[in-house]
């Protein structure tokens, strides 16, 4: 059976736009299917800036969303789901649903971009209580509130005197199964702490860690600004508790550099949830069948020297379905998989001549 | 003037062969330049083993490499210079030399993937002793020395009873100018950890660490691993001093999660050095008029939605010339940036017809 000479991206995040635009861009037609009504994923949808310059995540995103939305090349589909497929390398019949209705399509490989989703708290609610507490909350809802500009106590609507950030929310615990460090929050929390201070800044802001990881040059882009810049406070310790007291929130926990119990009172708490694989990277599994590494996420192969490879031939991955990614990792990602995906397809067209 | 069908690659490490073969199997011509007498870079030359799997470099980079060197569309120039470079994207004309003759060749495009050096701890002589004591040696020397399937003391060549890593030399060090996490050397320094205690099971392995930037999987695959199943221990402190006492070393410092000074003695000393652009980098940065971003390495523009372009036109960087970068983020920029310089190329011959 002929080459088919398109690429089926899966998911229309930073990714998934990133190699889609890289595919057509190489000359080889792309089918860019995204489940919701818009492509963006979750940057556009809920984040307000970008690590590490705090630049606003719409305009910065635009121009590729804009390229893929405009491209000759690029086939977008949303709200639409793959939902089956059949064929190997150079041949795959995908099912694509869409209001019902189902149609298959060709494609000589495949990009899965189908990313992560943030870890759900109420898996700890015992422990911070995002469930009990209007002013217990996520990332993800910090950004929503600054993406309209504001960063309040939702019990109350005012801006709060005073805001704790807990990291390894879902990460780096056992206990809940998830092992690994998502890579991202101890960036995203000191981004977020200079914003707070941009929009509040009479409020005290501190970050509750166990390991800092704000590698390379996100140490002094962020680590040190937010402290040197904004007064941010950083206190490295265990938070064992988020308690209810009076019309705010007790912490309670140790300070494992003084090693001795804190217990403090803060009007918000911002949990830093980690990362785990989305729903539809876990379907993608299922319908592409590739193998899932030790942590739940897309198997790749070739580490460290093949990052979007997966097992299975003529199928890649990039960005978080493969693992906790930050937008460098997942942008290299896109083009490193459309460099990929075009070659294998010029590769089995050239065999079969 | 007509497009030139051919990106020129400069440098012959893991970013600029993933770079090299990416572009060729896109079917572009490629003219990889490598100042050595080999390809495969700092890690061929000199790392026994690759995080986060411990295999062998060798064994890992040989597919790779002879991809390379057995490409049809790639022609490879080792101990060969870039000297000079005129005219713009689409058509440069590069200056090479070897062995002092020098011709100009064409190019459309441009991949600077040039890497780093390592840290010169000679500039921190006072503090550490490189210069001074035989037992006192960096990530580098290990690698080395594990190369060669040993692990030893410099001084008198028997193993080590104790070996302390002592992380961040040269890195998040403002005093010499180094504000950035060099972001590899806590995964490196763990890997090696697990190492020695395979050659040397009943050595004392002590990393003393500020933070321990062990993002990802790194947390399980190295970190854990190291402490649970090879007993490295780990100890968050400040090292301020290494002497030499009868034949051995004493590490003088703090311990900050115990809050109280340390002096301890060991046999073996190693220094984590950190990553600073390369001679040929910041050659690099002047030929092609490159500026340089505040750190000193290769600047790019579109952070973090593109991780190799930089502000010239039709100039790509992959790697460690931009930065602290892992093997994945390395090679992820070699595809990413082997996409975006043929992406160029078409467009230029789109735009001229």
Redesign the interface.
């Known amino acids: 059976m002929a080459t088919a000479d398109r690429v089926l991206v899966v998911g229309g995040g930073?990714a998934g736009l990133?190699a889609a635009r890289?595919i057509a861009?190489?000359?080889t037609p792309v089918l860019l299917v995204e489940a919701k009504d818009a492509l963006g994923g979750t940057p556009w949808e809920s984040y307000a800036t970008?690590?590490?310059?705090l630049a606003p995540t719409r305009e910065?995103?635009a121009?590729?969303k804009g390229a893929v939305e405009g491209h000759p090349l690029i086939d977008v589909r949303t709200t639409t789901r793959v939902v089956a497929s059949e064929g190997v390398a150079g041949n795959f019949q995908v099912t694509l649903e869409h209001d019902g209705t189902r149609v298959v399509e060709a494609a000589g490989a495949v990009v899965v971009a189908t990313g992560f989703q943030h870890f759900d708290p109420g898996r700890e609610t015992q422990m911070y209580g995002y469930y009990e507490y209007d002013d217990v909350i996520t990332l993800v809802d910090a950004e929503r509130m600054m993406q309209a500009g504001q960063f309040v106590r939702p019990s109350n609507g005012a801006p709060p005197r005073s805001v704790a950030f807990i990291q390894c929310v879902g990460s780096?615990d056992r206990r809940i199964g998830n092992?690994?460090?998502?890579?991202v929050c101890c960036g995203i929390a000191s981004k977020q702490s200079i914003e707070v201070k941009h929009l509040v800044p009479d409020a005290k802001v501190f970050i509750f860690y166990i390991?800092?990881?704000?590698?390379?040059?996100?140490?002094?882009q962020l680590y040190?600004k937010a402290q040197e810049e904004h007064k941010v406070n950083y206190i490295r310790g265990i938070v064992t508790e988020v308690i209810k007291k009076g019309d705010q929130l007790l912490i309670k926990g140790e300070d494992?550099?003084?090693?001795r119990p804190v217990e403090v009172l803060m009007d918000l708490v911002v949990l830093s949830v980690g990362m785990e694989p989305s729903a539809g990277t876990l379907e993608m599994a299922r319908i592409f069948q590739i193998p899932r590494?030790p942590?739940g996420f897309l198997a790749t192969v070739g580490?460290?020297?093949?990052?979007?490879s997966t097992p299975v031939p003529g199928v890649f991955v990039a960005g978080a379905a493969a693992?906790?990614?930050?937008?460098?990792?997942t942008?290299?990602?896109?083009?490193?998989?459309?460099?990929?995906a075009?070659?294998l397809l010029?590769?089995l067209v050239a065999q079969s001549a």
Request: charged fraction near 30%.
């Open positions: 930073p990133e890289g861009d190489l000359g970008l690590t590490p310059h910065l995103m121009e590729v780096r092992q690994y460090c998502s890579k390991d800092m990881r704000m590698y390379g040059f996100w140490e002094d040190w494992t550099t003084m090693g590494e942590h580490e460290p020297l093949d990052t979007v693992g906790p990614k930050d937008l460098e990792d942008v290299s990602m896109g083009g490193a998989a459309a460099m990929r075009v070659s010029r590769r």
